[in-house]
């Protein structure tokens, strides 16, 4: 009763786990759910806007965490609101379940 679906990771956001190029299988979800705390997902933002990252769910909100912070990009992570949430909204599509590297 589950559904799949694949994406290749473009950016190094989440490097060193996640290289460009790699083939994510992700399980679909639509929501948040607190089984997705600690958890890599994709996170839709704004209705259009995708983003693969680690996220942290608290009584506040919901941080989007990049795994490469060492960077010269900048990536940092981004926190929403409870209000954000359902304002904008943000929303878990789907929870990394595998990951396919071409050699």
């Known amino acids: 009763g589950k559904s799949f679906y694949g994406l290749k990771i473009s950016g190094d956001s ?10 994510v299988i992700f399980e679909k979800s639509n929501g948040i759910d607190l089984s997705f705390n600690k ?23 919901i941080s989007l965490v990049p795994l490469n912070l060492n960077n010269m990009e900048g990536y940092q992570p981004t926190f929403y609101t409870k209000e954000q949430i ?11 379940r595998e990951k396919r590297t071409r050699f």
Request: net charge negative; glycine share 6%; proline share 5%.
């Open 86 to 96: 359902e304002s904008l909204p943000v929303n878990v599509i789907g929870v990394a």
């Open 14 to 23: 989440m490097f060193p786990k996640y290289s460009e190029n790699d083939i």
């Open 39 to 61: 958890k890599d997902c994709a996170v839709m933002v704004n209705g259009y806007d995708a983003t693969f990252k680690n996220v942290t769910i608290n009584d506040n909100g």
